[in-house]
Structure formats: C-alpha cells, structure tokens
C-alpha cells in the first residue's frame, strides 16, 4: 500500500505538488518576519517600534526625548512619536555631526598661561 503525504499531491507530472507546498512554506516563513506596518498611517508609534526602524535602543530614544533632544509626544509616562516625528529625528540626527574638537598640548596652553 503506497502512502500519500497530506501535502502532496500528483498530477501525472511526478513531482505531485511538493515544490507549490515548499513555496507557501517559505511565503508564511518571510511574511512571519517582516513586521506589519501600522494599518494607520496616523498612528503613534512606541519607543520600542521607533528603536526598531532606526536600529537604537528604546532607552536612548526615551533619554532623549526626556531631553527634549528629538520631537515625540508625551502619554503620562509613555512616549509616543508620529512617523513625521521619526522623520524629524533621522533630520536632526543627520545635521548635528558635532566638529572634531583640537586638541591642545599642554606645553602649548603653559605657554599662552604664561603669555597672559
């Protein structure tokens, strides 16, 4: 008696329907980790969704926040930031490159102590 997979199928080509079960298996796998999007284009997104997009961590985001560094609106002690808040953050993170400081040697600044 030849047993049938409950997946399988054939229809006269031999290779029953194995190879069409193995590319839903692989859609449901892709789809299982990509997150869904908001439904909402409107909705507010949490420090934890927003550390996500942008690859920080959600205690960082709500430090500076806490700050006032970056734009987000506040629930109580909740933080909730606005896609146009995320975009906001990825302008300000993009123009606040800080100059490298130069660094003085300490004869140097002796000498200009001394100047003076």
């Known amino acids: 008696m030849e ?3 409950e997946n399988q199928c054939d229809h006269g080509n031999g290779d029953g329907c194995a190879v069409a079960t193995a590319i839903r298996e692989l859609a449901a ?5 990509v997150p869904e999007p908001p439904a909402d284009p409107d909705a507010l997104l949490t420090a934890e969704q927003v550390g996500e997009l942008l690859q920080l961590s959600p205690r960082t985001l709500k430090d500076q926040a806490a700050a006032g560094a970056v734009p987000h ?5 909740h933080y909730r930031f606005t896609r146009g808040d995320v975009a ?7 123009a606040s490159v800080k100059p490298h400081r130069r660094r ?3 004869a140097e600044l002796a000498e200009d102590f001394r100047a003076a």
């Open 73 to 77: 609106h506040r629930f109580g002690k």
């Open 104 to 106: 003085v040697p300490l």
């Open 29 to 33: 796998a892709v789809r299982a980790t």
């Open 88 to 94: 906001e953050i990825v302008r300000l993170s993009a």
């Open 3 to 5: 047993r049938v997979m």
